[in-house]
């Protein structure tokens, strides 16, 4: 452990309070995709203008290619998904991490407690989100964690011979999953979508300050712990991690 106890438990518990003061919101959210969902969706083309242009990813499938860096003729060749099935991916992504955490704690190579709790509170985190993801999903929810990144996350556990090799798996699974929900930003339809994931975005980039502070892979001290910046080429893809059926 890179860090003390001390400062796990406090930086930890600041991730906390943060998540907990953005549930009413998130419920919010839900409610709002609950009514979207019975009203005429909104333009692909208003929303990208009201997100932002230039540099917004355009689909999630395949690469999630930048718009500067789509090749010609891709977007005719990989339909647009929509956001019922991002989220259904972004869902199984949650409830990989949560099973991963699960797998950390229970094979005991973090030999710190506040490590554990560290892993144990967020995962509950990702459960949260994984239930607001379903909801959005709707009917293409499979409720399961995606298989393809858990096995793989799984071979690594196992393979993982120190307390920080497991913690610095931790910290490169928040990561790919905040990169995951940056991409995500440009292929969202509804506003309440847009929302959903926007508020999901900086506790995952806050899980990953932690964790990486407690591996020793990034710098201690970091103000608010977010970020200054989170980089969009990190993230997973339904095309390499299919959704559990």
Known sequence: M???EASLRAMVRDVDDEHRSGLPTLQDDIRALHAETRAQRTSRRTVLKRVGQGGAVLAIGGALWPAAARPAGAQAATPEPDDAEIAAFAESVELAIVEAYRQAVAGGKIRVAAGNEA??????????????????????????????ILTKVTDQLRAASTERDVLKLAYELENAAASTYLQSLGSLDSTAALQLAASILPIESQHAVVLGQAAGVTLAGESGYVPTFQRSDQGVSPDDHPLSQ
Request: charged share 10%; glycine share 4%; proline share 3%.
């Open 2 to 4: 890179e860090i003390s």
């Open 119 to 148: 892993l144990t509170t967020f995962a509950g985190h990702h459960q949260q989100h994984a239930t607001a993801l379903s909801t959005l999903a709707a009917a293409k929810a499979t409720r399961r964690p995606n298989q393809s």
